[in-house]
């Protein structure tokens, strides 16, 4: 068995699901496997965690029952179309990984990349082996070659990395609607060159000041300052030219704050003014006001005697 690095082994713990695929080995097909596996970064799976003595290769394979039901009507269905079911039954899912270029990739200063699409999503990319590409293009059977398309991409890792790429990626984009999403890097795998690339030339929607005032004319790429104005290096200062996708964000205009800062400054010193007014000028009783008591009246009712006045009889007045 061939040496693989352990940066590119992944130790696992395999546990058995209803819904989701379970582990198999050749040795039992039929019992899932549930302990340490190892996982390559090639896609590939091992019981164990050691590779050079690993218990065997295990695939994946998802719970029928699960996957597709039980039931009157489901054996109705296998009984008149069981061609479906066999293919679907049989299929692994598509492993994502990402090609590393070799050494010989950067002398030649590109390398093929390799993707899936799936039809019925919009952005349903991954980035994919040779070996995985080639079965999909193929029809092998490995995986749903009905559901998946496979393209592939020269992505430059040499040189003017940037134009190369994505002008490679508007292409592609005609008939891989969105592929930009999985190639967002421009400079991915791209090593640093010491060398001064010089004499350029961009006619416009590629490269931008920090302002995002687009540029047009000549220009060069230093190894550490990036795209630069014209053609060539020189000592005086001379502008920074950026990419569309790594425009500097622009400092936050803190103006509109200053002023509104200011005008709550004034508001709060006009209102401690009024409440100061407002205190000085409040009525407050003096002190005589303050020692002065209601005078007591009399408020008893008057008692008044009737006059008694001359009662007796006149004389001789009896009437008798």
């Not at 695939?59 to 179309?81: M, V």
């Not at 200063?109 to 079965?135: A, H, M, P």
């Not at 991915?188 to 931008?208: A, I, K, S, W």
């Amino acid at each position: 068995m061939s040496y693989i690095p352990k940066s590119k082994i992944i130790v696992k713990i395999a546990q058995f699901s209803d819904i989701e695929e379970n582990f198999f080995s050749k040795s039992s097909p039929n019992k899932a496997y549930t302990g340490p596996y190892i996982e390559t970064s090639d896609g590939r799976y091992f019981i164990g965690t050691n590779f050079t003595n690993n218990g065997g290769e295990l695939f994946k394979k998802l719970n029928i029952s699960a996957n597709f039901g039980t039931g009157e009507d489901f054996d109705t269905y296998l009984n008149l179309r069981p061609t479906p079911y066999n293919f679907l039954n049989k299929i692994k899912p598509i492993p994502a990984i990402k090609k590393i270029p070799t050494e010989k990739d950067y002398e030649r200063g590109y390398y093929k990349r390799y993707f899936s699409s799936r039809v019925n999503q919009q952005f349903g990319y991954k980035e994919i082996s040779f070996k995985t590409y080639n079965s999909i293009n193929q029809q092998q059977g490995e995986y749903d070659h009905h559901l998946h398309d496979v393209g592939l991409i020269n992505w430059a890792i040499k040189g003017n990395v940037y134009k190369i790429n994505q002008l490679t990626i508007i292409e592609k984009e005609k008939s891989f609607p969105n592929i930009s999403h999985l190639f967002p890097i421009l400079n991915e795998f791209q090593r640093p060159d010491l060398q001064v690339q010089t004499d350029l030339t961009t006619e416009g929607e590629e490269l931008y000041y920090a302002d995002g005032t687009e540029y047009i004319g000549s220009y060069h790429i230093h190894p550490t300052e990036g795209p630069m104005e014209g053609a060539k290096h020189i000592l005086t200062s001379h502008s920074k030219l950026y990419y569309s996708d790594n425009l500097p964000i622009p400092a936050r205009d803190t103006s509109v704050d200053e002023e509104y800062k200011q005008y709550l400054e004034e508001e709060k010193k006009k209102a401690n003014r009024i409440r100061k007014n407002n205190i000085i000028n409040r009525p407050t009783a003096t002190r005589d006001q303050t020692r002065t008591t209601p005078s007591r009246t009399n408020t008893s009712p008057s008692t008044t005697t009737p006059s008694r006045g001359n009662t007796s009889s006149p004389v001789g007045g009896s009437g008798y």
